[in-house]
């Protein structure tokens, strides 16, 4: 069978992993000149890192991983309001990590080896779906038929759009911008502790990385228009936090120096279905969490190995749909409907909020506080399906 994902980054290549192992050949499209780099750094547990085990790469994961050993809330001069320690909550520090998105990216891309043809600085641009194929026009201009088409380019799905409609049906805006960028040098560091500063309608986050490295985090409540260009979305950050305390100001100053700056809305995805046709969805493009569930990549995962899993076993490939979007619906609807109210951890919408998260922080510094609070969410309710040992699909 052949496939064509679109989309390089988190759930593309894991799909062609399992689909690959499957004996189906596999071509991903990536629009990006390059892999991506930078983002920012992600929490990665759960149903995510069991599919990361059966691939096999943790071990390579925790090279470029971190284990943070505290998250501290600090106000506008930089003394402790609040704090707790992530083994407060889990059961085991040994299957949960934070490393940067790029970084779980690559890893996934290397564990491959070659075996998927990868076409860069391209796209899709029409989908003609005739029920036995997909006849594909990329941007470029050049055409290809595939058995399936799945999308796995994200929260701004270009396969979404084309095959299912304009994100306007099923974007949902929390009302909420996030950036990220790194700097090296940066005098003050916390090692293995996620320092963050909220304040009314915003928060920052600094992490202290290897090799001098510093990353830099903002949620930002925004109502209105999101800038799509970074001139405009830099302007948006500094008009929003120039007077605030801590060290915003100095993280305002580098934020124009930095190579590789990642901006977007803090959104999520809801589709009735993820499938139409011989066309498919994955990660983000399918049921984006958002940003405020934490666990987008771990989740696209799950979807992309479960994915594979339905459609190596065999059958028809809408039967495999049908499946994949029976096991995992449950799951995705309740990160995302938790997701939603965790706005005022990451941007309070006023100073009662804000003392809210401060007050549930300084509770999460007791053991069974924090596992009442949090403990649900570091335990995700699904059996992935057994990937077949021999049986090809179609």
């Not at 593309?12 to 050949?25: D, E, Q, R």
């Amino acid at each position: 069978m052949k496939v064509l994902i679109v989309g390089a980054g988190i759930a593309g290549p894991t799909l062609a992993f399992w689909l690959n192992k499957a004996g189906h050949h596999v071509t991903i499209v990536e629009h990006a000149q390059e892999l991506r780099s930078g983002g920012y750094l992600i929490d990665f547990w759960g149903a995510g890192f069991e599919v990361a085990e059966k691939m096999g790469i943790v071990p390579k994961l925790r090279e470029r991983g971190y284990v943070m050993t505290e998250a501290r809330a600090v106000n506008r001069e930089g003394r402790k309001v609040a704090s707790f320690k992530p083994d407060a909550i889990m059961e085991s520090v040994e299957t949960y990590l934070s490393l940067a998105r790029s970084d779980l990216s690559a890893v996934i891309y290397e564990a491959l080896g070659g075996a998927a043809e990868l076409i860069l600085g391209d796209t899709v641009a029409e989908l003609a779906d005739d029920g036995d194929r997909v006849r594909v026009t990329f941007e470029s201009g050049r055409t290809g038929d595939f058995d399936l088409v799945v999308g796995a380019d994200g929260l701004h799905s270009k396969v979404r759009q084309l095959a299912f409609g304009p994100d306007q049906g099923f974007e949902r805006y929390l009302g909420m911008v996030v950036a990220a960028f790194e700097t090296t040098g940066y005098p003050q560091r916390d090692e293995l502790v996620a320092m963050m500063y909220a304040d009314v309608g915003f928060q920052a986050v600094r992490l202290s990385l290897r090799d001098d490295k510093t990353l830099f985090l903002f949620s930002v409540r925004h109502e209105g228009e999101v800038p799509a260009d970074r001139a405009a979305q830099e302007e948006l950050l500094r008009a929003t936090l120039a007077a605030k305390g801590w060290e915003v100001p100095c993280m305002l100053d580098l934020m124009g120096k930095a190579k590789d700056f990642y901006f977007d809305s803090v959104s999520q995805i809801r589709m009735p279905s993820w499938t139409t046709g011989r066309v498919a969805l994955v990660g983000d493009a399918a049921a984006c969490p958002s940003f405020l569930a934490g666990q987008g990549s771990a989740l696209a995962m799950v979807e992309a190995y479960t994915l594979g899993a339905e459609l190596a076993s065999g059958g028809d490939a809408g039967d495999a749909f049908a499946r994949y979007q029976a096991l995992l619906a449950p799951l995705l609807q309740s990160k995302q409907d938790a997701a939603v109210g965790l706005g005022l951890a990451f941007a309070p919408k006023n100073r009662l909020q804000l003392f809210e998260r401060n007050t549930v922080m300084r509770l999460m510094g007791l053991p069974k506080i924090a596992d009442l609070v949090m403990g649900r969410s570091f335990h995700d309710a699904v059996e992935l399906p057994a990937f077949p040992a021999s049986k090809t699909a179609l």
